[in-house]
């Protein structure tokens, strides 16, 4: 099954608003007629400048995160509707820093994906473990837990919009990165477990990213792996020169 290559980009709290738009348009430079799919995950106070410089372009505008209800008495929170205003097309959920920084639970983020996906929104939701988890032997029954939880309720129609991004806690802005082997071992493992939520089709066409100190000189050996379809990157996506190389991939 021949699945098209996603590399994202996930800016967490970083960039002025000038690095931003700099970062944006070199990257609709450098990308530009290149076939994968592509993604920058952008803070919420530099999308609206950001959307400018992407309008037109082969590069996804996400935001990190989105409020699980309309618009109303919520105090800080961005919705959806927000979003969509603003030309955003896709929201990253369920990261490891939300969920472990933050305490979002796995059921806030399926309030969260649901309320992305009935709005017509793309969702990249990150899944893993933590170092403990590993060590016991955890792993695959951690990513099934975040997965039954938070899919729960999202049809196999609004699939077509999810990505996932197995993205193994101990790895993130480390310099850890799995092996190709550990990592495909769990990307395998996950699209067996949509197959059994979903079917085979909806397993065999769902895009599964790698996130975890993805770096150029790693990405090759990773996305040779027959289950790992592209990536979700930190540190590397905040300059085009350490981002533009793994798109290239
Ligand atoms: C991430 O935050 O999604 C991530 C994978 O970060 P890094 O590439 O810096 O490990």
């Known amino acids: 099954m021949a699945r098209t290559h996603y590399i994202a980009g996930n ?27 592509f993604m920058i995950g952008v803070p919420f106070v530099y999308l609206d400048a950001v959307s400018q410089v ?35 097309q896709c929201v990253i959920l369920g990261h490891s820093e939300r969920r472990h920084e933050i305490g979002e639970s796995d059921e806030l983020i399926n309030k969260k994906v649901r309320r ?6 793309e969702v990249d939701l990150c899944i893993g473990e933590l170092l403990a988890d590993r060590e016991a032997g955890n792993a695959e029954q951690v990513c099934a837990f975040q997965l039954s939880a938070d899919l729960a309720g999202v ?11 197995y993205e193994p806690v101990w790895a993130i802005g480390t310099g850890k ?20 939520l979903y079917n085979q089709k909806v397993a065999d066409e769902v895009i599964i990213q790698y996130g975890g100190s993805m770096k150029a000189s790693n ?13 979700l990157i930190g540190g590397a996506s905040l300059k085009a020169e350490t981002f533009v190389p793994i798109c290239e991939c």
């Open 11 to 37: 800016w967490k709290m970083n960039t002025s608003k000038a690095e931003a738009v700099k970062l944006a348009s070199d990257l609709v430079s450098a990308l530009k007629g290149k076939t994968n799919k």
């Open 54 to 88: 992407v309008k037109g372009s082969n590069i996804i505008l996400a935001a990190q995160d989105c409020a699980a209800t309309a618009n109303g008495a919520h105090t800080g929170e961005v919705s959806t509707e927000m979003l969509k205003d603003l030309g955003v």
């Open 116 to 121: 992305a996906l009935n709005e017509g929104l």
């Open 155 to 165: 049809t196999e129609e609004q699939m077509k919009r999810v990505t996932i991004a």
């Open 177 to 196: 990165t799995a092996t190709p082997e550990d990592a495909e071992a769990i990307h395998k493992f996950v699209r067996g477990y949509i197959a059994k």
């Open 219 to 231: 990405a090759p050996e990773l996305l040779a792996q027959p289950d790992i379809d592209g990536g």
